[in-house]
Structures are given as C-alpha cells and as structure tokens.
C-alpha cells in the first residue's frame, strides 16, 4: 500500500533543516509498517506544496530533500505563483498525491512528524479519517499562546454542537484520510477553513472518524500564517449554513 502526505508550505525557509531534520528519520520508519487493516507500506511519496512563497522555501524545499529518494521514499512539489490558502494547498496535494492513505501534516511539526505512525495505527478496517485532537479528554496542548487556543477550542466546540459531540477536534490539519474520502468529498473554502469543511462534510457523508489524542505544540521557528480574524468568520459562516441545514432537516422530521 503507497502513503501519500502531503505538506503545505508557505515562506518556511527558516524551518527547513528542522524539517528535514524530523521528518526524514520517520518516513523511512515508515516503509514495511503493517496498518491495522493488514496491509504493509511499500512506498512513501511528500508532496509538498509552496503555496506562493516569497522567500526561498521551494529552492531551499528541493535542496534539502532531492538527494534523499530513492525506489520507496519520493518528494515531489507543487507550487502556486500566488498565495492561495490552506485549503487550496490541500487540493493541489490532493491532486498530486497517489497513494491509498494520505496524511496531511503541517510543515513547522506543531504536530511532532513522530507521531504519524501512530496516527495510522488509528486506521482500522472501518475508519475513514483519523484527525489529531489536541482537545480530547487524552490530548494536549504544549506553549500555544492562550488566545489561539481559545478560538481554535471554541471553534470546535461550536462544531461540536452543530455536527458529532463524540469528536473533540475540528480544526487540526494533522489527519489520515482513505482516497475514498479525498476523491468522493470536495471542499471549497481556499483558506484555513478547508480542512475542517473537508472533515465535515465527510462525516455528513457517513464517512467515520475516528481521534488521535494528539499534543499540539508551538511553533519553534518562524511566525503562524493564519490569519484569526478572516478564519473565524469563515469558521462562523460555514457554522451558520451547517445550522441552518440542520434546522431545516429536522423542520421536516
């Protein structure tokens, strides 16, 4: 079985070697690891995606990682002229990748990349997403400043409410997802919001997901690209229409 994990990137040439420097140890680890369904991973192919840095990350992206494949490991990279958003990013990975399981994953390891076989040890036969969850009763949070940890808690707890109360986490991007899901599933939002639509509209589908209790830890090098104000108002009008179909469902039940 070939894993897919897609990676994007956006003006993280700080954070490069310490990329590497985490992440590559753990993909070859990956090659042979037995899945719970049975199956072995064969091959392991990065996607990254530079989601129209204005630094040198992709240069810095192909120079750290090009000499390092070989017949099972490949890095591949997508790149977008202009900043599109997270959620673009996701769509473009998605479209490169080809493996039957594809994890997405920050590239600053705010998710420890050492916790991905893990989090595939969470794929049984009848689950269809496994999502990182910082906010389970069993997660963590590690030196993430207190106002991002309120809104992104807050967030989920509105979705939490509108959706499934049984998933603690919606807005992590750290998640294993089945081609299934990826292909049958689409999401608009280009920004931040994307994976959480993605995830979502997922479940609405009847695809099962399962948590993770992850540590979420801060960013060591860099600053965060999120920008709060615009991804909570996305998050607020994705909430509202999912209320709003709600109600109307249930008017007729």
Do not use: W
Request: hydrophobic share 40%; proline share 4%.
């Amino acid at each position: 079985m070939k894993l897919s994990i897609v990676i994007p990137c956006y003006n993280e040439v700080d954070n490069i070697n310490k990329l590497k420097l985490e992440l590559v140890p753990v993909i070859v680890d990956l090659v042979g690891m037995i899945l719970p369904d049975g199956n072995a991973i064969t091959d392991v192919e990065v996607v990254f995606v530079d989601d129209g840095s204005v630094d040198e990350t992709l240069d810095s992206l192909q120079k750290a990682f090009t000499e390092d494949q070989d017949t099972v490991v490949s890095y591949s990279y997508a790149r977008h002229e202009l900043n599109r958003g997270l959620g673009a990013a996701l769509r473009t990975g998605f479209k490169e990748s080809t493996g039957e399981i594809v994890v997405t994953t920050d590239s600053d390891g705010t998710y420890q990349f050492s916790t991905i076989p893990n989090l595939l040890a969470c794929l049984a036969p009848n689950v269809d997403i496994v999502t990182a969850s910082p906010y389970h009763p069993d997660g963590e949070v590690v030196g993430v400043p207190r106002y991002r940890i309120f809104l992104s808690r807050g967030s989920s707890l509105i979705y939490r409410a509108i959706v499934n109360s049984n998933v603690h986490t919606y807005t992590a991007l750290f998640r294993a997802y089945r081609r299934d899901v990826i292909e049958r599933v689409g999401f608009r939002a280009d920004d931040y919001l994307g994976a959480t639509e993605l995830m979502v509209k997922a479940m609405l589908k009847g695809y099962r997901v399962v948590e993770y209790p992850a540590a979420l830890h801060r960013r060591v090098f860099g600053v965060s690209k999120a920008r709060l104000l615009r991804t909570v108002i996305s998050h607020l009008r994705f909430q509202s229409k999912l209320l709003l179909h709600k109600l109307k469902i249930s008017s007729f039940e």
